[in-house]
């Protein structure tokens, strides 16, 4: 009778403990959390005596394994000791002193981080076999310093993996990028927990990690192509040249041109052309308008010092080129899904996109100056358009630009069709500027705007995507610049080269708003504000690669070195900028 009364007690406390969520979270099955109020019974890993469980809080409240390629994980450490605090400092990884399946699959998808424009030493690629090695009791007798290594070390670089592949390894803040990725951050240990611990396929959880998008995934593919290209390669130089080689000239590395065409992609699988000839003609100069445009050159198929350079750059390079801009893929908004409009600043180029993300308008774009007006990179909405508008002169144009001129020539301003006006946008002189006038001006207490119209500097219709930046898209009256193959001549806003069709598309949702009517509003007496029934999300960004949709590699100059500076933090390693 005692004995029985003692069981139940004991089973009492037993289930009090548990409810009370002694025994720390349990583990639902891959892919799905528990409900929030079911009970969650305990599942530990490879229990550790005292000293080594010591040892791995010590390495944990230090945040720092010297046995990483990257000790320093003071970034992480809350994480790891979450993660460890949720197992009572037992190892998840390791169960009878060997790895379980899931380890062995996380550190499989580890070592191919390249395939991924990641790098697999960052995740401890060369170091896992003899990490592996040790926990093989048929070879070695694995002691708990090993495991309590093996699996600190596969949780930090899991959580490193998960979240660079989600949201990159530098935070785009650190470059004064208007781009937030807190957002977009996971609990890693949660999500190792619910994810990927008991999961049958780590890899096609971890797959879900990336961005959806499919430029990325195109980015993704095209790099599969080049690290395969990268390995076939000699990386011999075209011979140098001493003038431009146009069509029908004789130039000694047309046979090396021609493979160069085929692999990448810039001639037919069977072009009429000898392989061994020296004469540069037919397809060959098809093949080289072709590269050039890839380029953002202008495609006149002559082989200029510029050709040559191009063609000449280390496939390494543009590897390296389109793991910078998968970095940046990381970085974009959750709404970039949802039908926005997309400016590419070192491409010159804009689109935008349907329901289905299927482009369906795009054209060229002039971007800000690269020395002093960089056109910021930052996402927002698209609220309202306005016909007919008024350029208000930012204070730093009018002091370098403006008041020099007005200086000299009181009637500089109502020669170009130019006012003045106060804070209330009310005007204060249209004509002469007088002395008083000119002081004010300077001193920032009264604003120089262009009267709408043709001449106007923002053309005839703006949109607007209220940002910190005082940046928007606009008409322009100087066509010109959209001939150019380097289009950055602006203050800092982006130029249209069609904003009619692109009213036409933003105000699809606007009922009436065709052609017709977007021509007779741009071309009234009168200036109108449209707002949008549907806003937009607008996001400028800056790739040096793009892959369109046939499957072509684009690659363009790192006009504004945000690709050098980028490079130079992911040098130094972890811990990066958060």
Known sequence: MKRSWIFKRRLAILLIAIAAGL?????????????????????????????SQATLRAIVQAGNLADLRWPDFSDYKKHVQKFYESYRYSLPWVK??????????????????????????????????????????SVAKPTEADAVNFDLALTVNAMRYISDLHIGKVNPKHFDFGLDVEEKKYDLPEFLKDNVLNAS??????????????????????????????????????????????????????????????????????????????????????????????????????????????????????????????ERWRWLPLSYQHSPVIANIPEFHLRAYDENFKIALQMNVVVGKAFGHDTPIFSDTMEYAVFRPYWSVPYSISKAEFLPKLTRDPDYLAKKGFEVVDSRQEVVASGSVSTEVLEQLRAGKLFIRQ?????????????????????????????????????????????????????????????????????????????????LTHPIPVLILYATVIVTEDGAVHFYDDIYGHDAALEKVLEKGYPYPG
């Not at 720390?24 to 490879?46: C, D, H, M, T, Y």
């Not at 010092?305 to 191009?310: C, E, P, S, V, Y």
């Open 201 to 326: 396929d780590v890899s096609e959880v971890l797959q879900q990690v990336e961005p959806p998008y499919p430029g990325y995934k195109r980015t993704i593919q095209a790099l599969q192509r080049y690290l395969e290209l990268a390995k076939k390669s000699d990386n011999t130089l075209l011979p140098a040249i001493q003038k431009t080689i146009s069509p029908g000239d004789s130039y000694p590395g047309v046979p090396q041109l021609f493979q160069l065409l085929r692999q990448m992609g810039d001639l037919p699988a069977d072009p009429n052309v000898p392989a061994d000839g020296t004469i540069y003609q037919g397809a060959m100069v098809d093949g080289v308008k072709n590269f050039q445009r890839r380029l953002g050159r202008t495609p006149d198929g002559r082989i200029t010092a510029q050709t040559l350079a191009d063609m000449n750059v280390p496939l390494a390079n543009r590897i390296r080129q389109m793991q910078l801009t998968l």
């Open 96 to 137: 009878g002193m060997e790895p379980t399946p899931q380890a062995r699959q996380v550190i499989a998808v580890l070592r191919q981080a390249d395939q991924k424009g990641l790098s697999a030493e960052d995740y401890d690629g060369s170091h896992w076999p003899s990490r592996l090695a040790k926990l093989e009791s």
């Open 23 to 51: 025994y720390g979270p349990g583990i639902g099955s891959a892919g799905r959390k528990q409900p929030e109020n079911s009970v969650k019974f305990p599942v530990l890993g490879q229990e550790l005596s005292a000293d």
């Open 451 to 531: 009267t709408p119209g043709p001449k106007n500097s923002l053309g005839l219709v703006k949109f607007i995507f209220p940002n910190n930046y005082n940046i928007y898209f606009h008409d322009t009256p100087e066509q010109e610049f959209f001939a150019k193959s380097r289009r950055d001549f602006s203050h800092g806003c982006i130029r249209l080269e069609r904003p009619a069709d692109l009213a036409v598309w933003v105000l699809r949702n606007n009922p009436g708003w065709n052609m017709d009517r977007v021509q007779a509003a741009m071309h009234s007496s009168a200036t109108q504000q449209v707002n």
